[in-house]
């Protein structure tokens, strides 16, 4: 199934509090404070990658949260932090706040990263706030929240060439001939609902992505066929070759 929308929330993770906590040993008197800090929560963080092509999965999970930080305790010892979540999209998506529309980033190339919601800061222990004039120090710094976030996703395919024409035409079929991929061919007045991609190599070390761009039909501004939602899949191609029937 292909999707190239999704609308998802994200919470990361809230930093641990500091500890208050005092040395209390045999031979230590005087022992002070000795609460260590909160570790820090964990971000939420997207990463592109081109193996994916489509945002199925964030279709039918819409919530993620990333790892608490953990409190900090006595003897010094600091919370250990919470672990990143990382998400995978594919390479090509926009990433827009929900609330404004804002983009907030634009992941195209492999391995590209993003922070979409970062984690609170672990707060401070008590032993942090000793000095020579507050020598015993009864309180200690609260961790602070992750940030909470809607984001929408929306994905426009990169590729080299795009072919595009009236549905029924042939795009599918050159896709065919020319590459690997083997997208669904029939005699209908339509059949390609979603983008198709290919690669075409042309010697070694030398190859280029073609992509089978579902074409517009009679009432698409109502919604059918993919409508006018195919048009961000044109957006990036770096060239358009147009499949014309002249069989007629």
């Known amino acids: 199934m292909f999707v190239d929308i999704a609308k998802i929330n994200l919470k990361a993770g809230k930093g641990g509090n500091g500890s208050v906590a005092f040395r209390r040993e045999k031979y230590i008197p005087m022992g002070g404070p000795d609460g260590g800090d909160g570790g820090d929560g964990g971000s939420i963080i997207l990463v592109a990658d081109e193996g994916l092509r489509t945002l199925m999965d964030f279709r039918y999970k819409r919530h993620y949260q990333a790892e608490n930080g953990q ?6 010892q600091y919370g250990s932090d919470g672990k990143d979540l990382v998400l995978r999209v594919p ?3 926009l990433v827009k706040d929900e609330e404004t529309g804002i983009g907030m980033a634009d992941l195209k190339t492999d391995g590209q990263k993003y922070v979409a919601a970062r984690g609170g800061h672990g707060g401070k222990g008590n032993v942090k706030f000793a000095n020579s004039i507050r020598r015993t120090p009864r309180f ?9 976030r809607e984001i929408v996703l929306e ?3 990169i590729a080299d060439v795009g072919l595009i024409g009236f549905p029924n035409v042939g795009k599918s079929t050159i896709l065919a001939s020319v590459t690997s991929a083997k997208p669904k061919i029939a005699n209908y007045h339509f059949t390609t609902l979603k983008p198709n991609l290919g690669v075409v190599s042309i010697g070694e070390g030398h190859s280029y ?10 009432g698409a ?5 993919l409508g006018h939602e195919f048009l961000r899949h044109v957006e990036r191609t770096k060239l358009l070759l147009h499949v014309i029937d002249a069989s007629g």
């Open 140 to 148: 200690a710094e609260p961790g602070t929240k992750g940030e909470i």
């Open 209 to 218: 992505v073609l992509a089978d761009i579902p074409g517009l039909i009679e």
């Open 221 to 225: 501004s109502e919604g059918a066929g």
């Open 71 to 76: 409190d900090g305790r006595g003897k010094k």
């Open 155 to 157: 994905l426009k395919l």
């Open 91 to 93: 390479a090509g998506t």
